[in-house]
């Protein structure tokens, strides 16, 4: 993926007759900067007044005009390498000289995703037949055919392995596609990888088709970036072999009705309060429960025994010497969400990290198994998964710190 760096003529499809030269380059894991001489749109907290003997640039404070300006919009272009689009392009206001009377004058936007190829006028809402791209090193890929396909509820999945042993995965939906949806799909992909193997992956290319197109247009994010590939080792959970082109189709299937929050348990919040951490986690009982088991009203503790029961049908222990485990972590929820106290603070705590550090597993395993995973597959994995060994011990030493906290304060230790 080498770096962009091209010239042109750019505009707003709101304004087609007002065409500004300018720069528009990108680096690998980064957004694009397009780099305007002149103004494409004026801004409403820093407009320019023109007079006949010279230009000004007025600055104001106005909450309104700035939010205003900050309004995502969408660019096009006609430059040395084709045809852009920079979709959700964000005015910016980096810092200037201010003897450069010509860098006062520029205007520089950040696009969120810049489209090389075609102008779509539309942006987020142009209709798309289908989104290809690949995922990482060939390392994750080696179970796929060199060329096969499998189909779902969404729609086909095609795999194609170029002569550079990339693998590209091809999704032509049953519904209709856009960019989101598109972005959605290679994140899905990414999603089951991560739940499924343990691992955070990086996509290097992404291309979309638009409806009745035959050409494949690049898609440029900052997600996109070379130096971050990796390759399979022992502290995988999953094997990579178990992800097949089918789990992969079915998956896709599964994630029309997920609204993406399987993502919130492959990722969960990390390096932030424990109160944080746990409203997250404990909150996605209900969530998850709902779309892959029912939808109808229940109690959130009916919720968290159905799933605890599916994860104890793979792993026994895997809440192990927790007491009461859909009751626990019903009451970290309320304590939390609600202000259900009651118990001394030190207690809480000590609740808190027990309920989001066994969730977030419980649900691991419970997507898992909807996801098609055997239990038996997911069980032999969790016996030499690292990661997870060190969840139950520290999950146990997390009880006894409770356990001993709670004797200290009955003794008035504390």
Not at 77 to 99: A, I, K, M, R, W
Not at 113 to 130: E, K, N, S, W
Not at 243 to 250: C, H, K, N, P, Y
Not at 343 to 366: K, T
Request: with cysteine; charged share 25%.
């Amino acid at each position: 993926m080498e770096p962009l760096e091209t010239t042109g003529d750019f505009w707003s499809p709101d304004n087609p007759a007002k065409r500004v030269p300018g720069i528009l380059t990108r680096e690998p894991g980064s957004r694009a900067r397009l780099t305007l001489k002149t103004r494409v749109i004026d801004e409403l907290a820093a407009p320019l007044e023109v007079t006949g003997t010279g230009a000004s640039i007025t600055h104001s404070g106005d909450p309104g005009r700035i939010v205003a300006d900050g309004v995502p919009r969408v660019l096009l272009g006609d430059t040395s390498e084709g045809p852009v689009t920079c979709v959700d392009s964000y005015l910016q206001h980096p810092p200037t000289n201010g003897f450069d009377v010509a860098a006062m004058f520029q205007q520089v936007w950040d696009p969120y995703t810049l489209i090389v190829g075609a102008h779509l006028p539309t942006g987020r809402a142009a209709t798309l037949d289908a989104v290809r791209f690949i995922i990482d090193s060939p390392g994750w890929w080696t179970q796929l055919p060199d060329a096969g396909s499998a189909t779902s509820a969404a729609g086909k999945v095609v795999c194609e392995r170029g002569d550079d042993k990339l693998m590209w995965l091809e999704f032509r939906p049953s519904f209709t596609l856009r960019l989101r949806s598109a972005d959605r799909a290679v994140r899905s992909v990414m999603t089951l990888m991560k739940l499924a193997v343990d691992v955070d992956l990086t996509p290097l290319c992404i291309q979309v088709r638009e409806t009745a197109q035959g050409d494949w247009l690049d898609v440029k994010t900052r997600n996109q970036d070379p130096s971050k590939t990796s390759w399979p080792d022992h502290h995988n959970l999953l094997p990579p072999s178990s992800v097949t082109l089918e789990r992969i189709a079915e998956w896709l299937a599964i994630e029309q009705t997920m609204d993406g929050l399987a993502a919130a348990a492959a990722n969960p919040v990390e390096k932030e309060a424990i109160q944080v951490q746990g409203v997250v986690a404990c909150s996605l009982i209900e969530g998850i429960h709902k779309r892959i088991v029912d939808a109808r009203e229940m109690h959130y503790v009916k919720r968290a025994r159905a799933l605890h029961e599916t994860a104890l049908r793979i792993d026994p222990e895997i809440t192990k010497p927790v007491d009461k485990w859909p009751e626990l972590v019903k009451e970290a929820r309320n304590d939390l969400a609600h202000h259900n106290t009651g118990r001394p603070f030190e207690e809480q705590v000590y609740n808190w990290m027990i309920a989001e550090s066994s969730v977030i597993w419980v649900l691991r395993l419970c997507l898992l198994s909807h996801a098609g995973f055997t239990d038996q597959e997911i069980a032999e994995a969790l016996s030499d998964h690292q990661r997870y060994k060190f969840y139950r011990e520290n999950l146990k030493m997390h009880v006894k710190e409770r356990s001993d906290e709670q004797a200290a304060l009955s003794t008035g230790a504390l």
